[in-house]
């Protein structure tokens, strides 16, 4: 569940524990990220176990089990950042695959009306990121040349 919001660092540190240092690093980690310390609530923690939940459900390739929407390329963008503020959904057309737009008016550190492109290149649901202008993220802006 940590995987997209935490640092290289805490990854590291996380691979190198045994069983027992992962539970004390994970109770540390949440409570560092917890915006209200000392409070029981932990509402980030909260945050991104309803994301990942809702990842799962929406994103998911397998459509029994509904448990690898985390995996996908949406599922990851929407656990990192959530809630786009807007969705264009845009259906095949001539040369065209069915892709998607998300837009995030306002990220953090970003530099405002910040996009990203999902596209279905295989026809199977699968949205695939193939351009986006928030830092960190794929940069392709000649996706649609390809």
């Given at each position: 569940?940590?995987?997209?919001?935490?640092?290289?660092?805490?990854?590291?540190?996380?691979?190198?524990?045994?069983?027992?240092?992962?539970?004390?690093?994970?109770?540390?980690?949440?409570?560092?990220?917890?915006?209200?310390?000392?409070?029981?609530?932990?509402?980030?923690?909260?945050?991104?176990?309803?994301?990942?939940?809702?990842?799962?459900?929406?994103?998911?390739?397998?459509?029994?089990?509904?448990?690898?929407?985390?995996?996908?390329?949406?599922?990851?963008?929407?656990?990192?950042?959530?809630?786009?503020?807007?969705?264009?959904?845009?259906?095949?057309?001539?040369?065209?695959?069915?892709?998607?737009?998300?837009?995030?008016?306002?990220?953090?550190?970003?530099?405002?009306?910040?996009?990203?492109?999902f596209v279905?290149?295989?026809?199977?649901?699968?949205?695939?990121?193939?351009?986006?202008?928030?830092?960190?993220?794929?940069?392709?802006?000649?996706?649609?040349?390809?």
């Amino acid at each position: 569940v940590i995987k997209y919001i935490s640092s290289a660092e805490e990854k590291a540190m996380y691979r190198d524990l045994d069983l027992e240092g992962k539970k004390a690093f994970l109770a540390q980690f949440w409570d560092r990220k917890n915006p209200k310390q000392g409070s029981p609530v932990n509402e980030f923690k909260n945050e991104v176990f309803r994301r990942f939940a809702y990842a799962n459900q929406y994103y998911s390739t397998a459509i029994v089990t509904k448990d690898d929407g985390w995996k996908s390329d949406r599922g990851r963008i929407y656990i990192t950042y959530g809630n786009p503020d807007n969705i264009t959904r845009l259906p095949s057309s001539m040369g065209q695959k069915p892709y998607e737009v998300w837009t995030y008016y306002r990220l953090p550190g970003q530099t405002g009306n910040d996009v990203c492109y999902f596209v279905d290149l295989d026809g199977y649901g699968n949205y695939r990121l193939v351009h986006s202008s928030i830092r960190g993220e794929i940069s392709n802006p000649e996706w649609e040349a390809k």
